[in-house]
Nanobody
């Protein structure tokens, strides 16, 4: 029900935009967000909506470089990633949850996308 796309290989300093299309859920009721998981590490929160369709908040590691946006007409959210660093390399997952931060702080979510690989070369 969450289909993520847009990952790939990019050089350090480059940009990528991830997309996540939602289907089969009442999009406007869900907080939408993003997580990532690097090899050997736990899944970590990247950014998400404070309320459904509302102001995004971000992990300190990506603040100022990543931007989350939403298109309610297309039931799609985006993650624009600029000034990418090798340490951003990970599988990125979109997430949808009715509670948002209270779930994501425990690394759980009602729905997860399938993940898309982002690799940043130095």
């Amino acid at each position: 029900q969450l289909q993520a796309s847009g990952g790939g290989l990019v050089q350090a300093g480059g940009s990528l935009r991830l997309s996540c299309a939602a289907s089969g859920l009442d999009f406007i009721r869900y907080h939408m967000g993003w997580f990532r998981q690097a090899p050997g590490k736990e899944r970590e929160f990247v950014g998400g909506e404070r309320w459904p369709g509302g102001t995004p908040y971000y992990a300190d590691s990506v603040k100022g470089r990543f931007t989350h946006s939403s298109d309610n007409g297309k039931n799609t959210v985006y993650l624009q990633m600029n000034s990418l660093k090798p340490e951003d390399t990970a599988v990125y997952y979109c997430a949808a949850d009715l509670r948002g931060l209270s779930s994501w702080s425990r690394r759980v979510s009602d729905y997860w996308g399938q993940g898309t690989q982002v690799t940043v070369s130095s």
